[in-house]
């Protein structure tokens, strides 16, 4: 079992820049691919960014290519999400998951971005 739990969210102006983290209890996640994901009201989750266990590859979703970053650190069993030049259309609550045999089986409750114009 796996409790994820995020942090770092809040309200920032166009432009601004938020770091989140993910902190991992139960299990070490350093064996695991990490993802976040996004949901705004009345939409469906998507994809946002997703790092190898060993953090030697990323992928990120077109909307936040250039401007996101997501990184690790297993020693401190952490996942982090660099959000830098957020827009309005960033806004929404932010969730991580450990991806455990090919699928994202653990999730976190997530934490609210709010981006204002």
């Known amino acids: 079992q796996v409790q994820l739990v995020e942090s770092g969210g809040g309200l920032v102006q166009a432009g601004g820049s938020l770091r989140l983290s993910c902190a991992a209890s139960g299990r070490t996640i350093s064996a695991y691919a990490m993802g976040w994901f996004r949901q705004a009201p009345g939409k469906e989750r998507e994809f946002v960014a997703r790092?190898?266990?060993?953090?030697?590859?990323?992928y990120y979703a077109d909307s936040v290519k250039g401007r996101f970053t997501i990184s690790r650190d297993n020693a401190k069993n952490t996942v982090y999400l660099q959000m830098n030049s957020l827009k309005p259309d960033d806004t929404a609550v932010y969730l991580c998951?450990?991806?455990?045999?090919?699928?994202?089986?653990?999730w976190g409750q997530g934490t609210q971005v709010t981006v204002s114009s």
């Open positions: 790092i190898t266990d060993s953090g030697d590859r990323t």
């Open positions: 998951a450990a991806d455990i045999g090919n699928s994202y089986k653990y």
